[in-house]
Structures are given as C-alpha cells and as structure tokens.
C-alpha cells in the first residue's frame, strides 16, 4: 500500500554523489524542507523553510523512477519530520543503498538499520558545535558499519578540534571519518598537508559536485 503520510520536500533530483564513501556515484536525493540550527557554512539555506507537501509514496516513486544505484535522504534537517522514518523504510524496500545526511542535532537512534548514516559533526566555526548531539556516538561505536561522520573544516582551528574530538570520542579507526574542506574558505591542499603530517586516519574529501557545477546550482 502506498504510505499517504506527508512530507514536505524541497526538492527530488538526480545528481553525482558529492561527498560521503559514495562520492563519485550516481544518485537520487530527496531533499526534506525544514531547519533552524544555523551553521554558519550552510549551504542549502533555501531548504530550510518552505517545501512542497506530498505523500512518503509520491516521493519514493519519484526517486525510483532515476533508477540509480543509491538514494539520499538529506535536507535541511530531515529528521526534523516525522515522515522521514516511514520514507527511509520504504525506501530501503526498493533500493539497496540508502544513505541519511544529518546535521547532527538530533538522536538517529530510530533510523531504519539498513540506512547508511552520515553524521555531519559542526566543528567551531559553523556557529553551533556545542549542539552536536554525542549520544549518536555511542550508537555508531555499537554498528560502526552502518555510520559514517563527515566534519568540513573551514580554518585549521577547526582541524585542530576535529582532531582532537576523534582521539577523545575513540572514533578513529572504527567508523569511517572524511574531513573536508569548505568550499572557497580552506584550500584542499592545506587540509591535505595537516593529514598527511598527522598521518591521521581520516579519508579527505571534496564537495565533488562545486567542483562539476557551479557552487550555487541547485538540483545537483
């Protein structure tokens, strides 16, 4: 039966992964409407209010009708909506690969476990660090394969406290961490040398998709 619960989107678009252990795949993102935590880096302000109502069923169909091997649920922050369980569920029944992007704030302790998590942890600079929500650290640390955490850095205070909140929470070397970079504050290269001379084991990443298209483009 088609879920008829609704939830308010921004936008369902085909794109390039950008970020994530998925970059660089084809991949359907449904974006959910509705924020409100003001990091300063946001990059998707206009999700943060607004959206189109439609149903969980309307907007799994949507995106399976790209057929592309991976599907995000992202926003804004998606979990601020209570249909974003039931929509992740459902799409876990017709795609393999589910990914959830959350700012973070909020426990994800009912997420659906077949989902692949990506916690994005705020370092200093975006404003609202002292909102990361640590109970989601115990839970990654439980099912390390299910997590990833993702810190884009803007300056290398905030390296510094990236590196020392992966050695205090004992995260490194058990779920996957990617640093990056902010886009048009902190050079790739910069970031790339603090890793290497901290031979810290973090994956470095790029927003792939400001690198393919402009960095204001939506729908990409």
């Known amino acids: 039966m088609t879920n008829s619960m609704e939830i308010l989107v921004s936008e369902i678009f085909l794109s390039i992964q950008g970020e994530s252990s998925f970059a660089g795949w084809p991949c359907a993102f449904i974006r959910l409407a509705g924020c409100g935590h003001g990091c300063l880096h946001c990059d998707t302000t206009y999700a943060e209010k607004g959206g189109v109502a439609m149903s969980v069923g309307e907007a799994v169909g949507r995106a399976i009708a790209f057929g592309a091997p991976c599907i995000e649920v992202t926003g804004g922050e998606p979990l601020l909506q209570a249909g974003a369980y039931p929509l992740m569920e459902d799409l876990c029944e017709e795609c393999p690969n589910v990914l959830l992007e959350t700012g973070g704030f909020l426990p994800v302790d009912q997420v659906d476990p077949r989902v692949r998590i990506i916690l994005d942890i705020k370092p200093p600079s975006t ?78 990443q790029l927003q792939l998709h400001k690198y393919i298209w402009q960095p204001g483009t939506r729908g990409v």
Request: glycine residues 6%; hydrophobic residues 45%.
């Open 127 to 204: 404003g609202v660090a002292e909102q990361n929500c640590l109970t989601n650290i115990d839970l990654a640390l439980e099912s390390p394969h299910r997590f990833e955490f993702k810190i884009v850095l803007a300056s290398r205070e905030d390296y510094a406290w990236a590196k020392e909140f992966i050695a205090r929470h004992q995260i490194a070397g058990t779920c996957t961490i990617l640093f990056g970079a902010v886009f048009g504050e902190l050079e790739p290269e910069r970031l790339a040398a603090w890793i290497l001379e901290d031979r810290l084991p973090v994956r470095m």
